[in-house]
């Protein structure tokens, strides 16, 4: 989140009014409902976390062992069980 002074950005008007409420003060003005974005989609670590998943499921069906997926991704046999043994399908990650 960025500071922003409110006299640069609000007309005289509205900031004499948001003055009878906080002065000297600061608030968090939120984002509109409906416009939040979910966890990791303005970074790319979402789909990068779906691809990594959607790869060791790949890995687990054609035979490689749960305790060298874990080896590999750098994860307990217990994360690396939860994606493999997940029985909802991954979300379509859009290709590059």
């Known amino acids: 989140m960025k ?3 409110a006299d640069v ?3 005289a008007e509205l900031l004499k ?3 009878k409420y906080v002065s000297g003060g600061m608030i968090y003005v939120p984002t509109p409902e ?3 974005k ?3 989609e303005n970074s790319g670590s979402k789909q990068m976390l779906e691809r990594r998943n ?3 499921r790949q890995q687990f069906s054609v ?3 749960i305790d060298e997926l874990s080896s590999r991704y750098c994860l ?3 994360s690396i069980k939860k994606i493999v043994y997940n029985r909802s399908k991954p979300a379509k990650v859009a290709s590059d």
């Open 76 to 78: 307990s046999c217990d």
């Open 17 to 19: 009014e948001i003055q």
């Open 34 to 36: 409906g416009s939040k």
């Open 63 to 65: 035979g490689i062992t």
């Open 9 to 11: 950005i609000f007309p």
């Open 3 to 5: 500071y922003m002074n």
């Open 54 to 56: 959607e790869e060791i």
């Open 38 to 40: 979910q966890w990791g």
